[in-house]
């Protein structure tokens, strides 16, 4: 599954003179609550942010195309394709 042409853009722009974004603009993209971001992160779910010394979390572009195939890749799963025939 590839990241739709409208989205890619708005991640282009997000990260266009940025190394890292907030958990906030993160989950906007995503299009996911805090809450549901949080549950991932303590599920394993979701992988590869950065704490800061002051303990805030920040993810990188990689992470959070990771993070986005990780997201809707299973939430697409279709279980028919794996029915018994």
Excluded: Q
């Amino acid at each position: 599954m590839a990241i739709e042409a409208g989205k890619r853009r708005e991640l282009d722009r997000m990260f266009k003179s940025k190394t890292w974004v907030t958990v906030r603009r993160a989950c906007e993209w995503l299009e996911i609550s805090r809450a549901t971001f949080y549950r991932y992160l303590g599920d394993g779910t979701i992988s590869g942010v950065h704490r800061t010394p002051g303990g805030r979390i920040r993810i990188t572009r990689v992470s959070l195309e990771s993070i986005y195939y990780e997201i809707y890749r299973t939430e697409n799963f279709d279980e028919t394709d794996f029915s018994a025939s």
